[in-house]
């Protein structure tokens, strides 16, 4: 089996317990193959990173300014679900619609890695369930820097493919 596969083995699996545990259950598996992890902080477009790709606390935004020290796996992890959590609550307030628990995932990772604003510009196609023009809008966030980025695009693609299984 190749990674693929098995990544995706996984996510079903992940979805069939979610009927119990809900969208975290997914994003445990979802958000880590996609992320990655690094104990140390790494410069990530805009930020300091670290961890599943969450901020380093107090670090500031200049990429010649590197922050001391490393995070667990087991502190990167409860990083991540905090801020799934944090962004849960913010986007749980916009949306109309009952989403099920592959749909929050899928939107909750879409908001992890490219913030909770650029999450709020898919509302008003998630509420008026315009799937069409959500699909569109979702696949178009493929740029780092202002170039193509062809692990962005897969990840859109495997967000998409989540957020539609309905």
């Known amino acids: ?38 104990s140390k902080p790494y410069w990530d477009f805009k930020q300091w990173s670290w961890g599943y790709g969450t901020r380093v606390p107090n670090s500031v935004n200049d990429p010649t300014k590197i922050p001391a020290g490393t995070i667990s796996r087991a502190e990167a992890f409860a990083a991540m679900m905090q801020h799934i959590d944090r962004d849960y ?25 490219l913030g909770v604003g650029n999450a709020d510009n898919l509302v008003n196609n998630i509420n008026s369930k315009n799937m069409s023009a959500l699909e569109h809008q979702w696949n178009s966030y493929v740029n780092a820097g202002g170039v193509v980025n062809d692990h962005l695009k897969a990840r859109r693609a495997a967000e998409w493919e989540l957020f539609s299984q309905t």
Not at 11 to 28: F, Q, T
Not at 89 to 113: E, G, I, M
């Open 1 to 38: 089996m190749n990674g693929k596969t098995i990544f995706w083995l996984l996510v079903a699996g992940a979805i069939i317990l979610s009927a119990m545990s809900g969208y975290r259950v997914i994003l445990k598996y979802f958000l880590p193959y996609w992320e990655g992890y690094q």
């Open 89 to 113: 609550t913010d986007l749980k307030k916009l949306v109309r619609v009952p989403l099920t628990s592959a749909q929050w995932a899928a939107y909750l990772s879409f908001a992890y890695n």
